[in-house]
């Protein structure tokens, strides 16, 4: 696997690369890599003849009271875990490489950022734009991986990407989850031993949603959220700051359950924030 | 010449003129070609292999109170021009062709998007910035060539290619004049014949500062600044919007001149907007 740090150099990788490879597969990440990340990474490789891996915690997406500083990161694991796995290019910019000191330019999405993670946390989807349009022109690959972990995020890009006549094809791919159905995120690692057993309720509660619709044809969105939301209220000091069964091309709201759904959830647990869905339907 | 109106024939059509011609040049305009779109078009001709063109009235760069419906508009006229010029292909899309009905992503550069044009025409230079991001991902053309006539949206487009790591090289070129100085501009049509003398009034007070500076040496901004004012409120009935110098590389105050600057200007004359512009020193 071959490591760059710059812009010149990823592109110059990429152009000899396509050369060989053919499509281009290429999975966008803030690195302390876990199965989620692992999982785009083979479906990139299954599908494409060379892949890219980017690894860039992105200060632009988070807020000043987030946790940028902080943010879990381990790049000599996460180079061992992608070479390991045979992936062609990592590409590791520094924040000086992908952010001049006057830089000014932002893209957004309105409309699909403006609920849910758009209004807890304000400008995030506009880092999120900003940096994958600047990863995609820097690396043009012909098809780029998400996961419906960031089932927002995954819709947000997908709309940058048409409205923007950007020539990718966004893959998504299914959420990861640990043994007791908690999706995989890099965040994990900062749930307190002795909560971890309750950082599941999300997942319950959109389970609960999901058989509710399946098994028993509920079809009223009201009683369906309630019935979510109260299996949540059942575990101990879970904050929950929204549970929404919403349309999943547009995330606008559902009345009733007429084919597919998407039912996405954010909870607090002793401070940290963690986000999941469920497509059902 | 080739026309094309849709996306995908112009990727086609891009695809395999790339083959042939090695380096492909881009010229978007809003049609309605004047000298000033010619020149470009033949800068673009004399340095690259391959020239497209391309011509839409953006609607996203109008104001609701701004002459969108009403821009002077010539399909035939203007196909005729680059035919005869030597274009290879046109691009004119419908609108629908460019923005679908839910279409919600905008692309904007702030600070050089606040003053001046930015301040006066609230969204145009998002508009703007937007279009010309999807044509270059539309086009991806090796150089997109714009006018100084238009100094800050080129200065605005640069600085978007640059941060978003657009990989096109943005090429100047000269503002076209009337023979007393007047810059060329689709608009210019909207002058009532009898004003059309008192319309040279910016030109005359840009040239002014130029002289000032250049054959007298005079650096003071603000004295400067009051005699080109001087010399514009010299003509008949011209309202007088802005009129400074600036650094040109960001448009920020310039206080004595050490160098080269930007004057530009705005006036209304019998409700016609004209804007110009001179690189000095």
């Not at 499509?23 to 479906?43: A, D, N, Q």
């Not at 381990?74 to 590791?92: E, I, P, S, W, Y």
């Not at 022109?137 to 089932?151: E, T």
Request: glycine share 8%; net charge neutral.
């Amino acid at each position: 696997m071959k490591t760059v740090k710059t812009v010149s150099e990823a592109r110059e990788a990429v152009q000899t690369m396509r050369q060989e490879a053919g499509k281009i597969g290429f999975v966008p990440t803030m690195g302390y890599l876990h199965e989620g990340h692992l999982s785009l990474v083979r479906k990139s490789m299954e599908e494409c003849g060379g892949t890219v891996v980017s690894i860039f915690v992105n200060p632009m997406q988070f807020g000043p009271s987030e946790d940028y500083a902080r943010y879990p990161r381990d790049a000599a694991r996460d180079a061992d875990l992608l070479g390991k796995a045979g992936v062609d290019l990592l590409f590791m910019p520094a924040v000086e490489e992908m952010y001049e000191k006057k830089f000014f330019t932002s893209v957004e999405v309105s409309e699909l950022s403006r609920r849910f993670e758009g209004s807890l946390r304000p400008g995030h989807f506009k880092g999120v734009c900003t940096v994958v349009c600047k990863l995609f022109n820097i690396v043009s690959p012909d098809r780029a991986y998400f996961g419906w972990k960031d089932a927002q995020q995954l819709l947000i890009i997908k709309k940058m990407a048409r409205d923007l006549n950007i020539p990718v094809e966004i893959i998504s791919c299914p959420t990861s989850r640990e043994d007791d159905g908690l999706a995989i995120s890099s965040r994990n690692i900062y749930i307190p031993a002795d909560r971890r057993r309750d950082a599941a309720a999300l997942y319950k509660g959109l389970s609960k949603v999901r058989d509710l619709i399946e098994q028993q044809g509920v079809r009223n969105t009201s009683v369906l959220e309630e019935e979510g939301k109260k299996t949540i209220r059942k575990y101990q000091g879970i904050e929950l700051q929204y549970f929404e069964i919403v349309d999943p091309e547009d995330l606008s709201p559902v009345k009733e359950i007429n084919g597919k759904v998407l039912v996405l959830g954010a909870v607090r647990i002793d401070g940290v924030r963690l986000i999941d869905n469920m497509l059902v339907g």
